[in-house]
């Protein structure tokens, strides 16, 4: 058993807690809003008052939070993370946030605590969380990413060093991209079927094995024919997030995303709309 800490209890870091419970180690957990932490403690977690708290008697300490600016206040602001964190110690983030940020965030945590940062973001949605098949990618120093290895694989079914701090994000941005635009082209094809006079909601089936064929097809497609977006698996203008950060990205290296600014305009529209808060499969709405 490892003395582990999480903090940041929502659709994705509520089953990864779980996960974490279910194999044994000792969790201290942690929640902005304090009415989660009940069904956790129910399971054996210890709640921290803090998140300085959690960290502080935890070996290896775990977020999955919102966006940058949340990372920046759990971790540095009074009374976070960085407080309870010492030489040794690692901090894991699983949050989707700014690579530069991250690299800012990691170099601070190692100067004023002497602590190590990995970026480690995840592809998979609430059924990979819930299952242990997530493919999380990790920034980070070689050392700490390997010594933090047998924990989390009880999360995931791939966890991949990709580089320095900042390289998780980096890759996280790319498999955003991929969903993104793959999004929007799928909710163009289940409308075209429909249009055609073809039974939409047999595509992922028929396209099961093929070249068109992927989870979020399998995962969302079902959802888009049917009009059924609940429950939700996730956030459309957290997908919005990461486009935009992705098309940042590309201005600062020169990088052409002609596909990428298409995908980010049609899910601002989304979100105009008022399905920014709603799954994404709420993308075929605005092509009816």
């Known amino acids: 058993m490892t003395e582990l800490a999480f903090l940041g209890l929502g659709l994705m870091g509520a089953p990864m807690a779980r996960r974490l419970l279910a194999a044994k180690h000792r969790v201290a957990v942690w929640n902005r809003s304090r009415d989660k932490l009940a069904p956790f403690v129910g399971q054996g977690a210890r709640p921290a008052g803090s998140a300085a708290e959690a960290a502080r008697g935890a070996e290896i300490t775990m977020i999955c939070l919102t966006d940058t600016k949340a990372v920046e206040e759990v971790v540095f602001g009074s009374g976070g993370i960085a407080e309870g964190m010492s030489a040794g110690k690692i901090l894991i983030d699983f949050s989707s946030i700014r690579p530069d940020a991250t690299r800012r965030f990691a170099a601070r945590l190692k100067a004023e605590r002497g602590a190590g940062w990995i970026d480690a973001p995840v ?9 242990g098949t997530l493919a999380i990618m990790a920034g980070g120093e070689s050392g700490d990413v390997e010594q933090v290895r047998p924990v989390v694989m009880s999360l995931c079914s791939r966890f991949t060093h990709m580089g320095p701090s900042g390289a998780g994000q980096t890759t996280k941005l790319c498999n955003q991209i991929i969903v993104g635009c793959g999004l929007a082209v799928m909710a163009e094809a289940i409308k075209l079927a429909e249009d055609a006079g073809v039974d ?18 399998q995962i969302f497609g079902p959802r888009m024919a049917s009009r059924v977006f609940e429950p939700s698996l996730g956030a459309s203008e957290t997908l919005l ?9 590309a201005r600062e290296t020169g990088t052409a995303l002609p596909m990428s600014a298409l995908a980010a305009a049609i899910f601002r529209l989304l979100k105009a709309r008022g399905h920014g808060g ?9 092509l009816d």
Do not use: M, Y
């Open 278 to 286: 709603d799954d994404p499969s709420t993308l075929i709405t605005l």
């Open 123 to 131: 592809s998979g949605g609430v059924p990979g969380a819930e299952q």
């Open 241 to 249: 997030k990461d486009l935009d950060t992705a098309n940042d990205l």
């Open 200 to 217: 939409a909601s047999r595509l992922p089936e028929c396209l099961k094995g093929g070249f068109a064929d992927s989870r979020p097809l």
